[in-house]
């Protein structure tokens, strides 16, 4: 019923009036989209000629990530008030970060 009247376009504030109607249950503002989200995402099914595509771009974003992920740190670090260090020295004396 959740995902029918979403699906249909209903609005939350419609959707919560029609729950509370068929299951005598009252839910917050963010129960009902949360539950929906939840459901939407459980129930989805990625196409088997797509799961080669996800593995690459899985990769590529996270060895972007990587690449980059010590001058982000850096220029954080100076946004914060301190020393602008080049990017292998904050690497380099982050062996103590928790990761």
Same mark, same amino acid.
């Given at each position: 019923?959740?995902? %029918? =009247?979403?699906?249909?376009?209903? &609005?939350?504030?419609?959707? $919560? !009036? ?5 299951? &005598?249950? $009252?839910?917050?503002? /963010?129960? =009902?989209?949360?539950?929906? /989200?939840? +459901? ?11 799961? *080669?595509? =996800? +593995?690459?771009?899985? *990769?590529? !974003?996270e060895a972007t990530f990587e690449k980059d992920k010590w001058s982000m740190i850096a220029q954080n !670090?100076? *946004? $914060?008030?301190?020393? %602008?260090?080049?990017?292998? !020295?904050? /690497? $380099? ?5 928790? /990761?």
């Amino acid at each position: 019923m959740l995902i %029918a =009247l979403r699906d249909a376009g209903k &609005g939350w504030t419609e959707i $919560r !009036v029609e729950w509370e109607k068929m299951t &005598g249950e $009252r839910t917050g503002n /963010s129960t =009902l989209p949360n539950r929906y /989200s939840r +459901l939407k995402s459980n129930l989805t099914i990625i196409k088997e000629e797509d799961n *080669q595509k =996800l +593995l690459e771009a899985k *990769q590529e !974003v996270e060895a972007t990530f990587e690449k980059d992920k010590w001058s982000m740190i850096a220029q954080n !670090v100076a *946004q $914060r008030g301190g020393e %602008a260090y080049k990017v292998g !020295v904050s /690497s $380099r004396y982050c062996d103590f970060c928790i /990761s």
